[in-house]
């Protein structure tokens, strides 16, 4: 037995034969079938059970879900169920659901299948929505902003409104290492405002003293910086302006280094990207953006809302999930605005990768503690 991908006219003679003998043909075809996979259990050079896969973002939904009568309690049925499973899981699914007979609901709760919603009938039969939902691993990745060699804050990425939180950034690092954590967002903010990397020796000192992923950004606007990023011990280069003013410069950096090696950040104000510290602003829709880079080979990408950032009022959950429902399988971090546990695991529901965490955490919202249950 294996499950292998069925032809659609296979797959509607199976549902007409199983759940609809009545209706017609063409009664049984859903609209949206051609945009969706089919799957099914080849025995004996004959289909035994099917099922239709369609994919809304991070959310999967199967639907027709039917296994020849004469062969039903066998498990045909639950071995495609599992397999789907597993299926979407390794596509980064957030959740599977199905619209469910009711007199099947015991078939669906062994595979750990929950109802929610109300009941209805439909063609004579009674309903209800069936889902599981998947916990994705959602890395956590402590922020260390630098000015002058110090651990400082910005709110908004204003210059002027800023805190000093630790005159040794490498003591802060040790703490977020000492909790477990594996990754640091490192930024350059003297870089940033000089256009040229200036803090490389704070990268250097904490890359060669702890053993934490570091990606650092701030500042790169030239090959020659982008050596001395990765020379100094960052496993990224973090790139932001430099995507919107120079494209052709980080292709050919990619090309170079390797796509991988680059973290592309995307700051957002109502939509459109942002560069230069936030304030210039673009007509280019962060979708596109994103979309652009992703298709060119970056594996990686962080995105701020500006109009969050700093002020600790919660992260941008309905743009990252927008962006996210459009780019399935984005490596996608989310950065701004996070004040609360509650915070990150709304952004790990939606299905992003990571989360940038600062301020909430240099002022006590969160602690380190508290940040372990998402420690895989």
């Known amino acids: 037995m294996q499950v292998v991908e069925v032809p659609l006219d296979t797959v509607w003679e199976m549902r007409q034969k199983v759940m609809y003998p009545h209706l017609s043909l063409e009664e049984i075809k859903l609209e949206e079938d051609n945009k969706g996979m089919h799957w099914g259990i080849r025995e004996d050079d004959r289909f035994v059970s099917v099922v239709s896969l369609f994919q809304h973002g991070h959310e999967w939904q199967f639907r027709k879900f039917a296994t020849l009568k004469e062969l039903q309690g066998r498990g045909y049925g639950t071995l495609l169920l599992k397999w789907l499973i597993g299926f979407v899981q390794q596509k980064g699914a957030t959740k599977l659901w199905c619209n469910a007979r009711v007199n099947a609901l015991g078939f669906y709760k062994k595979q750990d299948f929950e109802p929610f919603g109300e009941t209805w009938n439909q063609l004579g039969f009674q309903f209800v929505k069936m889902q ?12 260390i902003d630098i000015i002058e060699g110090k651990c400082v804050r910005l709110t908004q990425g204003d210059y002027a409104q800023k805190t000093v939180y630790n005159e040794n950034p490498l003591e802060v690092a040790l ?4 909790a477990g954590l ?3 967002h490192l930024v350059d903010l003297d870089g940033a405002k000089a256009g040229a ?3 490389w020796k704070v990268l ?5 003293k702890t053993g934490m992923v570091i990606d650092f950004g701030g500042g790169i606007k030239t090959e020659k910086d982008v050596d001395i990023v990765l020379n100094s011990g960052a496993a990224l280069a973090t790139v932001g302006s430099i995507a919107v003013k120079n494209k052709e410069s980080l292709l050919h950096w990619m090309k170079q280094f390797g796509a991988e090696k680059f973290l592309l950040g995307a700051d957002v104000k109502e939509g459109k990207i942002a560069i ?3 304030l210039e ?4 829709e962060v979708v596109e953006f994103i979309r652009a880079y992703k298709e060119e080979g970056i594996q990686q990408v962080f995105c701020t809302d500006v109009s969050k950032d700093g002020l600790l009022q919660g992260p941008s959950t309905e743009l990252y999930k927008e962006i996210l429902d459009a780019l399935p399988g984005l490596h996608f971090i989310a950065s701004g605005g996070v004040s609360t546990l509650k915070d990150l695991e709304d952004l790990q529901q939606i299905g992003c990768a990571g989360a940038i965490v600062g301020k909430a955490i240099y002022e006590g919202r969160i602690t380190l503690q508290e940040l372990k249950k998402f420690q895989s």
Not at 132 to 142: C, T
Not at 281 to 284: A, L, N, V
Request: hydrophobic content about 40%; overall charge negative; charged content about 30%.
């Open 281 to 284: 602003e673009t007509d280019i």
């Open 175 to 178: 703490e977020f290492q000492d």
């Open 132 to 143: 599981l939902l998947f916990k994705r691993n959602m890395e956590i990745i402590p922020a």
């Open 197 to 199: 990397v200036k803090n």
């Open 182 to 184: 594996k990754r640091l």
């Open 204 to 208: 250097e000192t904490i890359a060669g």
């Open 276 to 278: 230069s510290g936030w």
